[in-house]
């Protein structure tokens, strides 16, 4: 006898599966520009790989005689897949059913996919389209009652972030605890025009007053209280993107920086850029005019493995480019200041994506390679509202309680507290300096007259005075003058950068490997 009745109840209930909200939801879906749940799992992961994981949860119903009429399916897909071939946990809400909200699912799923990849240790993949809270208000009467909220398995999530990377994808609206699930994670994206992130939306926020309705329509309503342009620049959202597919790619290639669990070594890569590749524009780069700024980034396109460069938070904390990249194939996370904002003073947003970004590296044991101009913490009014030094404290304290081997690069300014947290001055500092280099206390340009002010008010030529006290300086804050008394290790010829840069990679991943 066999069990082919049964098999064919599976098959049925599979295909009702496959079906989502039904052919006019997964229409409307469509219609807005959004991909489907099952479109999303088998765009993102490698091909053929995605193996469902509770396919035919859902609410049945069935006629008088017990027999099986329709299935709405749990609005939460989540199974192992593999990505660049390696194991993952990939999630999607389903916002064709009832918006995804949770309250139309089961909860249950939700959680064992979180447990899923902390218990067997492999990165997850979030793709949030919908609420995935609680009920609505009208689920309050259907209950009887209300209550005081909870979210199950929430000490999975905060597991997860101390285990296996986490990457979040915002693909439509998204608010409560959908929201909450995006920020809970290593690296997160929206999608321009097409994500939203609120605390509630903007029909709850008008009921409280705060009104949207100004707004063309309910799209821009939207737009206006959490799209992209907001979120992606207040450092709730690492990036923005154009479409979805972007999006997947951007996800996977996250990924292929990281290890599957944090304890195990990120993989290297095959690398065909030349170690000792010597850049004769580096030479130039840094301009003789300390006001003058110059483009970071064509400067950490010449130094890392080609093509490999892969920013994260570009919007937002801008005075430091955040990065990973690759050195002879191997990962490193980048740390750069970028002088063509705020002078690549950090305010308190850079201070905080600094930190952010540090305590990633520090966690997956990725080197961290520290490229230097940096005159100071921000100063004036406006940084002391905004809490400039608490922050700029806590990016230089993660930088000292960070354990893997950081090398920096001072390629002009380092200067005051800000100066003294681009690297861990306790430890062995494997550091290098360019002849552009500019570091002390303070800069002396803004210190002159005040130090100098008895001799200038005693000088017939106040003017010719201060010029010669500035000559008399510049000889002194030479780099090489702190190079002779060992204050600097090394000041190199800039073109010798990637070549070090290379053997610091290789020196710091055989530490690395030695401690699994």
């Known amino acids: ?94 916002f064709t059913i009832r918006g995804g909200a949770a309250d139309a699912g089961i909860k249950r799923k939700m959680v064992q996919a979180e447990r899923m990849a902390h218990e067997l240790k492999l990165p997850i993949i979030r793709m949030i389209d919908g609420t995935g809270g609680g009920g609505s208000v009208k689920t309050l009467e259907q209950i009887g009652a209300t209550y005081i909220p909870a979210v ?48 509630a939306g903007p029909a709850v926020v008008d009921g409280l007053g705060a009104s949207y309705k100004s707004a063309a329509d309910h799209q821009q309503a939207k737009e206006e209280l959490g799209g992209s342009d907001i979120h992606t620049r207040n450092g709730v959202v690492d990036d923005e993107v154009a479409s979805e597919a972007e999006a997947f790619a951007r996800a996977r290639h996250f990924l292929s920086f990281m290890p599957e669990y944090a304890g195990q ?66 990962p490193v996370a980048v740390v750069a200041s970028d002088p063509s904002f705020l002078g690549g003073s950090w305010e308190a947003k850079t201070s905080e994506k600094v930190e952010r970004f540090v305590k990633l590296a520090d966690q997956f044991r990725l080197p961290i390679v520290h490229l230097v101009d940096n005159p100071g913490f921000m100063i004036g009014r406006e940084a002391e509202m905004a809490g400039t030094i608490r922050y700029g404290v806590q990016a230089m304290n993660a ?72 000559a008399r300086l510049e000889k002194v804050t030479s780099p090489f003058r702190s190079a002779e008394l060992f204050n600097v290790e090394d000041i190199i010829d800039p073109r010798d950068t990637r070549p070090l840069l290379c053997e610091f990679a290789d020196i710091a991943w055989r530490r690395l490997e030695s401690e699994t």
Not at 173 to 191: D, E, F, K, N, W
Request: proline content about 5%.
């Open 1 to 94: 006898m066999s069990w082919q009745k049964e098999l064919e109840e599976l098959r049925q209930r599979e295909a009702l599966a496959e079906q989502m909200g039904g052919e006019e939801k997964v229409a409307r879906q469509h219609g807005r520009g959004k991909m489907d749940a099952r479109a999303r799992l088998a765009a993102l992961c490698d091909e053929g790989s995605f193996r469902e994981i509770g396919k035919i949860a859902g609410k049945g119903s069935y006629d008088a005689d017990g027999n099986l009429e329709s299935v709405l399916p749990a609005p939460f897909l989540f199974g192992k897949a593999t990505i660049h071939g390696r194991p993952v946990v990939a999630t999607a809400d389903d």
């Open 152 to 199: 199950p398995g929430w000490s999975d999530v905060v597991t997860n972030l101390d285990t296996v990377p986490v990457v979040a994808l915002a693909l439509g609206p998204t608010a409560g605890l959908g929201a909450a699930r995006i920020v809970a994670s290593h690296y997160s994206i929206m999608v321009r025009g097409l994500s939203q992130i609120f605390a």
């Open 265 to 330: 070594p990120a993989r290297r890569a095959e690398c065909s850029d030349p170690v000792d590749r010597r850049e004769e524009a580096l030479l130039s780069l840094v301009p003789r005019d300390p006001k003058q700024v110059y483009s970071m980034r064509r400067g950490m396109d010449m130094l890392f493995d080609q093509g490999t460069v892969f920013e994260i938070g570009r919007n937002w904390g801008r005075a430091a480019i955040t990065a990973l990249a690759r050195l002879d194939g191997w």
């Open 399 to 470: 930088i000292y309680k960070a354990s893997v081997p950081l090398a920096s690069i001072v390629m002009r300014r380092a200067y005051g507290i800000a100066g003294s947290a681009m690297s861990n001055a306790d430890r062995y500092q494997y550091r290098y300096c360019w002849p552009s280099g500019d570091w002390g206390s303070l800069p002396i340009a803004g210190g002159l007259e005040v130090a100098y002010k008895s001799d200038l008010e005693a000088a017939e030529d106040p003017a010719a005075e201060l010029e010669k006290i500035k």
